[in-house]
């Protein structure tokens, strides 16, 4: 007993402690005692800010805030000199040098960057996109669509009159990794959000979030002149409407003098837009432009549409929009999600990019694990981003928006490691150019270990590695080889390959994109089939449209493949789909062991945490392999390789699960363990 009270008290010294944690700092865990010398020109809501951050935590060389024009630097940019031992930070803007601030307080936690023995060096950061902006989809109830981690931070009833500290916490935690707007409620918006009762209470969300950098946006619903303006119509072209649209600006920007504007879901999955009158996107989208237009105010109109025009919904964003290339107002940006689906843990980038050399385009990205196991699941995303900027070049863009994840939940986003996508996500918006590896190491060292501490090494670079194959093994597990929308109905957490509603749409249907049969697998998007390949360029489109050279990731996205088929691995199709879903489970559960080395280096209350979802996790991958495998065996009719584990579940039990949630709520461990 003596002996392993001793090896404890050695390991607590070599280790040092740990202190109690609930992930609410999320990575601004500096201490708040460093009280550095700062020199900063006149005094300002922002400039005081960036003085507080760096008086708390920098613990480097004296620093000198300068605001000086510089013309190699974007407003919001900022240059970092260290000369002879001085330190000196130059922006044009208060707002760049409060990034500058934020910035020097990363490199610190990295590198124990300031030190008078370092070197001169000059450091110059510019933001890729003027826009990089967060879109909520909260809902005045304070339910959060596609939100997993609690009810929505805004508190309607109570506003504006109460005034919560976690607003303050929200704008600084976006402050630091560069995100400089947000839309507050859903795309599928109350027309009430444009009341004028509404508007003061967003315009207190305003007054917090300026001093941060960040501009307020809202989600409008396009038939707002009917709905809360008593119009018979909504039709863009009709003069009342074009006039109730410009007084409502008018008192938008009378409340809130630096309001961004309008992002729009129109004509789609019910939501009213210009189609009902007749009219085109673009007709609808520059009406409102030209409303916001003397405030300086920009729409975000969606793509995001798929009626039934054409067999395949994939094809349905290009065929609408691409042929209104160039009838859009310059301050419309038109938003597309990365991919022609919906999010999907995998799927080839959106072919509507670069088809619009004439439209300002930005991309949306989901940071909210909608198709990705909710909060339950790791899931580190940046690699998917970074995987699209493989195909669409950043410059062709205009600004980049990500879907939150963010809730009440005392650390934000569910699972502890859910905040690597929001922090990913701010810091790809603002240099598209970073690896997905070297975001994940910043944020490990800022959120889980000591960069000043060798004995953290080897244990940071195991759950590094973690972080970086998580996504990959999502989709081998859930849809690997192009599979996509295989889940149940009702919610986008399980497997249900075999769910069939009567009357429902067929492109809500899983067999819908699967359309498994006895000779093979996947949706035909060749020219044998629906032709989609055809809206992708030449070099992609020959890639993409011959089975033979389609890579394997893509295979059943794009071809219904025979199940003998030849992969690149030599290996049948099958027997491919067999090892594919089995690396998935195999992986998680190397995750757990990987965890596990972390329990002595990391709070108890975060391990037990992440151990706890892992161990969902791994339970989950099974239970979509074994219902995927076994369902799509009754068409191959083919054995499973020896070397795959063998299915723990009955395919008729599988088909008997259904859990009580929809796509507003993650799934508890008891209802997890029930399901069984």
């Known amino acids: 007993m003596k002996q392993l009270l001793s090896l404890f008290l050695l390991l607590s010294c070599l280790l040092g402690p740990v202190s109690a944690e609930d992930g609410s700092r999320l990575w601004l865990r500096q201490s708040t005692d460093a009280h550095a010398q700062i020199t900063a020109p006149r005094q300002s809501p922002t400039l005081n800010i960036a003085v507080r951050e760096l008086k708390q935590a920098w613990k480097g060389l004296p620093v000198t805030l300068v605001l000086k024009k510089d013309k190699q630097l974007s407003p919001e940019g900022f240059r970092i000199r260290q000369v002879n031992g001085k330190l000196t930070v130059t922006s044009p803007s208060e707002t760049g040098l409060l990034y500058a601030a934020y910035h020097l307080i990363r490199l610190q936690e990295m590198r124990n960057f300031g030190k008078p023995s370092e070197t001169d060096l000059e450091i110059t950061e510019n933001p890729a996109y003027d826009l990089r902006i967060l879109n909520h989809w909260d809902n005045l109830d304070r339910s959060i669509e596609r939100g997993y981690a609690g009810k929505s931070l805004w508190n309607w009833e109570e506003l504006p009159g109460t005034l919560s500290d976690r607003y303050e916490a929200y704008a600084r935690a976006n402050?630091?990794?560069?995100?400089?707007?947000?839309?507050?409620?859903?795309?599928?918006?109350?027309?009430?959000?444009?009341?004028?009762?509404?508007?003061?209470?967003?315009?207190?969300?305003?007054?917090?979030?300026?001093?941060?950098?960040?501009?307020?946006?809202?989600?409008i619903n396009f038939a707002s002149p009917m709905q809360l303006g008593g119009l018979s119509t909504a039709d863009p072209l009709d003069k009342d409407v074009i006039a109730w649209w410009k007084q409502k600006a008018k008192e938008i920007y009378r409340t809130i003098p630096d309001f961004g504007g309008f992002l729009v879901k129109a004509n789609s999955e019910g939501q009213p837009g210009p189609c009902d009158f007749n009219r085109t996107h673009a007709e609808g989208a520059n009406m409102l432009a030209d409303a916001l237009k003397p405030y300086k105010g920009i729409v975000m109109w969606r793509a995001f549409v798929y009626s039934p025009t054409d067999a395949d919904r994939a094809k349905q964003a290009y065929l609408e929009f691409q042929p209104l290339d160039g009838q859009f107002r310059d301050n419309v940006i038109v938003q597309i999600k990365n991919g022609p689906v919906d999010f999907q843990p995998r799927e080839p980038y959106s072919p509507l990019f670069g088809a619009m050399p004439r439209t300002p385009q930005m991309v949306e990205f989901q940071i909210t694990q909608e198709y990705l196991g909710f909060s339950n699941h790791l899931a580190y995303l940046a690699p998917m981003w970074e995987e699209f900027f493989d195909f669409v070049?950043?410059?062709?863009?205009?600004?980049?928006?990500?879907?939150?994840?963010?809730?009440?939940?005392?650390?934000?986003?569910?699972?502890?490691?859910?905040?690597?996508?929001?922090?990913?996500?701010?810091?790809?918006?603002?240099?598209?150019?970073?690896?997905?590896?070297?975001?994940?190491?910043?944020?490990?060292?800022?959120?889980?270990?000591?960069?000043?501490?060798?004995k953290h090494a080897p244990i940071a670079y195991e759950i590094h590695n973690m972080m970086m194959e998580s996504r990959e093994a999502v989709v081998?597990?859930?849809?690997?080889?192009?599979?996509?929308?295989?889940?149940?109905?009702?919610?986008?957490?399980?497997?249900?390959?075999?769910?069939?509603?009567?009357?429902?749409?067929?492109?809500?249907?899983?067999?819908?994109?699967?359309?498994?049969?006895?000779q093979g697998i996947g949706f035909d998007r060749s020219h044998t089939g629906s032709?989609?390949?055809?809206?992708?360029?030449?070099?992609?489109?020959?890639?993409?449209?011959?089975?033979?050279?389609?890579?394997?990731?893509?295979?059943?996205?794009?071809?219904?493949?025979?199940?003998?088929?030849?992969?690149?691995?030599?290996?049948?199709?099958?027997?491919?789909?067999?090892y594919r879903y089995d690396h998935g489970v195999q992986q998680v559960r190397s995750f757990q062991k990987k965890w596990d080395l972390a329990e002595n280096y990391i709070d108890a209350e975060r391990f037990k945490d992440v151990q706890s979802r892992l161990k969902i996790q791994a339970r989950d991958a099974v239970w979509w392999k074994d219902a995927c495998l076994l369902y799509f065996q009754e068409f191959s009719g083919m054995r499973a390789p020896y070397e795959v584990e063998r299915p723990i579940h009955e395919l008729d039990d599988l088909k008997q699960v259904k859990l009580p949630i929809d796509n507003h709520e993650c799934p508890t461990p008891k209802m997890l363990n029930e399901r069984r």
């Open 531 to 578: 032709n989609a390949t055809a809206q992708y360029p030449d070099s992609l489109c020959h890639l993409y449209d011959d089975i033979r050279t389609c890579p394997d990731e893509y295979l059943l996205w794009f071809h219904h493949a025979p199940w003998g088929h030849t992969m690149q691995s030599g290996r049948t199709l099958w027997d491919e789909l067999c």
């Open 175 to 219: 402050a630091s990794i560069g995100i400089n707007a947000t839309v507050l409620n859903n795309v599928n918006a109350s027309s009430k959000i444009l009341s004028a009762e509404y508007l003061e209470k967003v315009k207190a969300l305003a007054d917090i979030f300026r001093p941060y950098g960040i501009k307020v946006y809202l989600s």
């Open 476 to 518: 081998d597990y859930m849809m690997p080889l192009g599979l996509h929308h295989l889940f149940a109905w009702g919610h986008h957490y399980g497997p249900e390959p075999w769910c069939d509603v009567p009357g429902a749409r067929p492109d809500w249907m899983p067999s819908y994109y699967h359309k498994a049969d006895k």
């Open 393 to 454: 070049k950043p410059a062709s863009l205009k600004a980049i928006a990500g879907v939150a994840n963010i809730g009440t939940d005392t650390n934000w986003c569910g699972h502890p490691f859910a905040q690597a996508n929001w922090y990913a996500f701010g810091r790809m918006a603002w240099n598209p150019s970073l690896t997905s590896g070297t975001i994940a190491e910043e944020w490990l060292k800022q959120t889980f270990f000591d960069a000043s501490n060798p």
